[in-house]
C-alpha cells in the first residue's frame, strides 16, 4: 500500500447516506473517477487497486458494503471481518477521495426483489458451493457502479470467476464503467491477501499457504484434490477451465479460495 507521510495524508470524506452521496457525486461530473468496491477489512491486495485506481484518475471512491446478499451462509455473514474505523484510516493513505459505506436498507430499498442473474459461468465452481452467491454480486455490483457512475473500475484477479462475471455484466448491459483487472497480491510465504485470512487461527495460517503451492506444483487436479486433503484441508473443488486452476478449500472454519494461470 502506498505508504504516504501523514503531512501528505487527507482524509477521504465519507459518505453513509447515499442521497447525500448522489447529490455530491454530480458535481464531479467533468473528472474522471476510478473505484475500487469492497466488503472493508482492506489489506494489501486493496491497497494495489487503490493504488492503480489513484495513478489512472481524479478521483477515487471507494466503497465499504458488507453486502448480506452475496452471503449464502448466515454464519459466514456474521464472522466476516469489519474494520470500517482502520479502514478509512488505510483509505486515507491510499489517496482515497470518498468513502462510501451505505446500509442495507438504503442499498436494497426493494428488498432484493430485484436481482442481476447470469446462467453459465456462475452456476459453476464457488456458484455450485454457494447458491445465490453470484446473484448477490452481481446485483450489488450492478447497484454500485449505478451509484458511482465510474469511468473505470478495479477487481483483483484472486477473485477469478468473479472478475470474469463482472466483466460480463458491463458487457450486457452496456454499462459505461470499464472493468479493470488486478493481479493477485501474495503474502511472501505465498497466500493470496484476503480479507478472510484474519479470520485464520495460527494453526490453519501456517497451514494455508499450502494451497496455493498445491494448485501451482500439482500437474492434474486429482493430484492438487488429493494434496490438499492430505494437509488438511476440506476441499470444495480444484478445476481447470481454460488456461486456469481454481480451487477452494476450507482450513479451521475458513474458507479460501485462489486461481493460478497454468
Ligand atoms: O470482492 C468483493 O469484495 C465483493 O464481492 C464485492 C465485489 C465488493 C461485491 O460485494
Known amino acids: 500500500m502506498k505508504n504516504e507521510t501523514s503531512a501528505t495524508t487527507k482524509s477521504p470524506r465519507v459518505f453513509t447516506s447515499l442521497d447525500a452521496w448522489t447529490v455530491f457525486r454530480k458535481s464531479l461530473d467533468s473528472k474522471s473517477v476510478g ?54 484510516a488505510i483509505a486515507a493513505k491510499a489517496g482515497v477521495d470518498f468513502v462510501i459505506a451505505p446500509t442495507y436498507a438504503q442499498m436494497y430499498p426493494d428488498q432484493y426483489r430485484y436481482k442481476v442473474t447470469e446462467n453459465d459461468l456462475s452456476t459453476k465452481l464457488c456458484g455450485a458451493h454457494r447458491p445465490g452467491h453470484f446473484d448477490g454480486v452481481l446485483t450489488v455490483v450492478m447497484k454500485l457502479f449505478n451509484l458511482v457512475r465510474a469511468d473505470r473500475a478495479y477487481f483483483g484477479e484472486k477473485d477469478y470467476q ?89 482450513i479451521g472454519g475458513v474458507r479460501l479460495i485462489d486461481n493460478v494461470e497454468l
Open 162 to 250: 468473479q472478475l470474469e462475471l463482472i466483466r460480463g455484466m458491463a458487457a450486457a448491459f452496456f454499462m459505461q464503467t470499464q472493468v479493470l483487472a488486478c493481479p493477485t497480491v501474495r503474502e511472501a510465504d505465498g497466500l493470496a491477501m484476503s480479507s478472510r485470512n484474519l479470520n485464520l487461527d495460527s494453526a490453519s495460517r501456517t497451514q494455508a499457504p499450502a494451497f496455493a503451492a498445491a494448485l501451482k506444483s500439482q500437474s492434474t487436479v486429482e493430484a492438487a484434490r488429493e494434496t490438499l486433503s492430505k494437509n488438511g484441508f476440506d476441499v470444495d473443488y480444484v478445476e481447470d477451465i481454460g488456461n486456469r486452476r481454481y480451487g477452494a478449500v476450507r
Open 35 to 88: 473505484f475500487v468496491p469492497t466488503m472493508g477489512a482492506l489489506h494489501e491486495g486493496h491497497g494495489s487497486l487503490l493504488e492503480r485506481a489513484r495513478a489512472e484518475n481524479d478521483y477515487v471512491v471507494l466503497s465499504i458494503y458488507v453486502n448480506p446478499t452475496q452471503f449464502n451462509d448466515p454464519k459466514d455473514l456474521e464472522k466476516y471481518p469489519r474494520t470500517l474505523e482502520s479502514d478509512v
